[in-house]
């Protein structure tokens, strides 16, 4: 079985008792926390900066943080977001002009970095970084919004995604995010995903322990 990591996203968590709900879901068996940085340009919606990350942090999170930037520019943030006590950083390359400079900028600062794919965008921006990543995140759905509807399509690109990195040789976080939910994270695991992103699925439910339990067992069924 390979080494799954769960980690809820909390755009769907209640924000006005953001350090309660992060700490509530790690108890539950998190591995990281997902955190969904919009900025109303990029993405049609607004959620959070480098403040609410470290307020996580001053608040005693000591989990990895998974700062998924939906923003652009990217570089002038990236900084910031590692100042903040960000673990992963990850950026959608279409929002990037310089996506090798961006890269590198993120491990400069200390953190691990990541492109994100959305539903439409070809994976050959994959082609000449590939030893320059520790995460690549494809999106099942458009970004902007938690609960959305999973697309299919997300299967077959997690499949060939898998294949790259195997290829490649370095070992390379998969990350799915979008529409995750108990009666799916077992296929998209089988289609070669190792890190799950899960906001309504997680949120939406009165006991997380549960939820990430159940979301476990299907887990140990994934055949792969
Ligand atoms: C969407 C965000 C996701 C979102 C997922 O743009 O990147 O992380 O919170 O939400 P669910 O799991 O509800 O689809
Ligand atoms: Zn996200």
Known sequence: MRDYWIAPSILSADFARLGAEVD?????GADLVHFDVMDNHYVPNLTVGPLVCQALRNHGV????????????VDRIIPDFAQAGASYITFHPEASE?????????????C??????NP?????YLNHVMDKLDMVLLMAV???FGGQRFIEGTLAKLRETRRLIAESGYPIRLEV??????????AIAEAGADTFVAGSAIFNTPDYRATLAAL???LANANV
């Open 216 to 218: 476990r067992a299907e």
């Open 142 to 144: 458009n970004p902007g």
């Open 98 to 110: 310089h996506i090798d400079r961006s890269l590198q900028l993120i491990r400069d600062c200390g």
């Open 62 to 73: 000591t989990a990895p943080i998974d700062a998924h930037l939906m923003v652009k520019p």
């Open 24 to 28: 509530a879901v790690l108890a539950a």
């Open 112 to 117: 691990k970095c990541g492109l994100v794919f």
């Open 177 to 186: 995010d979008g529409g995750v939910k108990i009666d799916n994270i077992r």
């Open 120 to 124: 439409a965008t070809p994976l050959h």
